[in-house]
């Protein structure tokens, strides 16, 4: 079977729509079909030096909305990168594959760093997208559920991926495959529906939060930005703030674009967003409650966390033997 890798980094107390509905809910779907495997990425969330206490409640909140959403333990390999040792030892080989003009060059870099300015910012952040390339690699992944914001981040991957067979030998590494639903590879802010739906640095109406309280979740589905005109209809361009909503309403009703736009037609946008608020909360009541569980829970989690970290190590030191024996590291006969 084809093999799937995916993570998140546990740097919020909820995920959002836009982290649900462009990857999460693909994460789940692939599982079907693929042998998958799903990271809460905690070494990532270092470069943002977040609070101990609260980097530890984010970690198991984040899994915890993995398995609320439908990642399946029975199916699906779950488990803390900080957990598996071989993330950070591969990390450190490939950063030896990367230029530094290449790292330089990644925009979510350039966009983190914009406000300390490249000198105030930590190595962690410069060396982020190679960790990433050790998470995938180290799985011998064929695809990468992601947004369209982690784009350029596994062309960076698949880039040292084929540097590495290049120099090393063929078969030393799969190249990976991003997996980007054009539909929603990209969910916008509601007060701002130019820019992305983000953990950070948004607006808190612009954005929808899993484990956010129903009223709220309503509330700024209502308060959306739109524009002057009355008509329901999908353009992206002239249309931002509709176009989300509607982008919303298809992905989480199943009802296609064009549909909406015909049951819509002589009606207002206030219909339109009370309607959509409600599918929302329906949507988000399960996944909510299920999430609640799990975090209610710590030790059945760390159970399916710890059970995860073992069979990922596994199959992690596979792919670190082989890449360090090719690079002519030496055999640690003492394990
Ligand atoms: P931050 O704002 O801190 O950078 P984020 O909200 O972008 O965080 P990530 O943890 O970086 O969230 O992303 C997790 C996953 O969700 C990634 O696959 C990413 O591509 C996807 N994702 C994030 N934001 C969106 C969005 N607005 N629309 C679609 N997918 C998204
Ligand atoms: N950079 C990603 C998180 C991430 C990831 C990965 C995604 C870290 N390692 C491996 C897919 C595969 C982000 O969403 N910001």
Redesign the pocket.
């Known amino acids: 079977m084809t093999r799937v890798f995916?993570a998140?980094?546990p740097?919020s107390d909820s995920l959002?729509l836009?982290?649900y509905?462009?990857?999460l809910v693909e994460w789940v779907k692939l599982q079907d079909t693929h042998d998958a495997i799903y990271s809460v990425v905690d070494l990532h969330a270092l470069t943002q030096s977040p609070d101990p206490a609260q980097l530890r409640d984010r970690t198991r909140r984040t899994a915890a909305q993995y398995l609320a959403a439908g990642v399946d333990p029975e199916r699906s390999l779950c488990f803390v990168q900080s957990h598996v040792p071989q993330h950070a030892e591969l990390a450190w080989a490939l950063s030896t594959f990367t230029g530094m003009g290449e790292a330089g060059r990644m925009t979510q870099f350039k966009d983190k760093t914009q406000k300390t300015g490249e000198s105030g910012a930590n190595v962690g952040l410069f060396t982020y997208p190679v960790l990433m390339a050790a998470d995938i690699l180290l799985y011998d992944t064929d695809v990468v559920p992601?947004?369209?914001?982690?784009r350029q981040h596994l062309e960076l991957s698949r880039n040292l991926a084929e540097r590495l067979n290049s120099r090393l030998g063929e078969g030393t590494v799969v190249v990976p495959k991003p997996h980007i639903v054009k539909e929603?590879?990209?969910?916008?802010d509601l007060q701002d529906p130019v820019k992305?739906?983000?953990?950070?640095?948004g607006n808190p109406k612009g954005i929808i939060e899993i484990l956010d309280d129903p009223k709220k979740v309503a509330k700024n589905i209502k308060s959306a930005v739109t524009d002057l005109e009355t008509q329901i209809r999908f353009d992206r361009d002239a249309k931002p703030g509709i176009s989300n909503l509607l982008t919303i309403y298809s992905a989480l009703s199943g009802e296609a674009v064009e549909d909406l736009e015909a049951r819509y037609e002589g009606r207002m946008y206030g219909h339109l967003k009370s309607e959509l608020a409600d599918v929302v909360v329906a949507y988000l009541t399960p996944l909510h409650d299920s999430a609640m569980e799990w975090i209610d829970s710590p030790d059945r989690l760390d159970t399916v966390l710890a059970q995860g970290a073992a069979k990922a190590s596994a199959i992690a030191q596979v792919t670190l033997d082989r890449v360090y024996d090719r690079l002519g590291l030496l055999p640690a006969l003492h394990r």
């Not at 992305?196 to 640095?201: A, H, I, L, R, Y």
Request: without cysteine; charged residues 20%.
């Open positions: 995916s998140m980094q740097t959002h836009g982290n509905l462009g990857a992601v947004g369209e914001d982690q929603t590879a990209k969910i916008y992305k739906m983000s953990k950070s640095g």
